[in-house]
């Protein structure tokens, strides 16, 4: 999504229209498990590798 520079607020009211039902959209991640599982997703993938 790319925002114009305006100084026009009817402009760009549309814009961030957007983002606002993207952001509602959403569902929210938390960072953490979002680590964990690329490190487990990573162990998984060297264990199977090792064994060939």
């Not at 959209?25 to 060297?46: C, G, I, Q, S």
């Amino acid at each position: 999504l790319s925002i114009p520079q305006s100084g026009n607020p009817e402009k760009v009211r549309p814009y961030f229209a957007e983002l606002a039902d993207r952001i509602d959209e959403a569902k929210p991640v938390v960072l953490k498990d979002v680590t964990l599982t690329r490190r487990l997703k990573r162990k998984v993938v060297k264990g199977i590798v090792r064994r060939l």
